[in-house]
């Protein structure tokens, strides 16, 4: 996932939040009915600047890992 393109204009803070988002998903896929879509559209909504899909979903993944970690 590094090596993706974000699109202009991401903060290094969004970039680094996408990278973890993406490993955390690919973690823990077993949650989520359609992850690679959810991925997808956190970070098409990131690049039109909405970043609350990838904050809450974030949220979950990081509750999910604490406890199942």
Do not use: V, W
Request: aromatic share 8%; hydrophobic share 35%; proline share 4%.
């Amino acid at each position: 996932m590094h090596d993706q393109s974000y699109g202009i204009g991401l903060s290094p803070e969004t970039k680094q939040k996408i990278d973890e988002f993406t490993r955390l998903m690919n973690k823990y896929r077993q949650f989520h009915p359609n992850p690679d879509g959810i991925i997808k559209l956190a970070m098409h909504n990131c690049i039109i600047g909405d970043n609350m899909l990838l904050d809450q979903k974030l949220e979950q993944l990081r509750l999910i890992d604490l406890y199942q970690g």
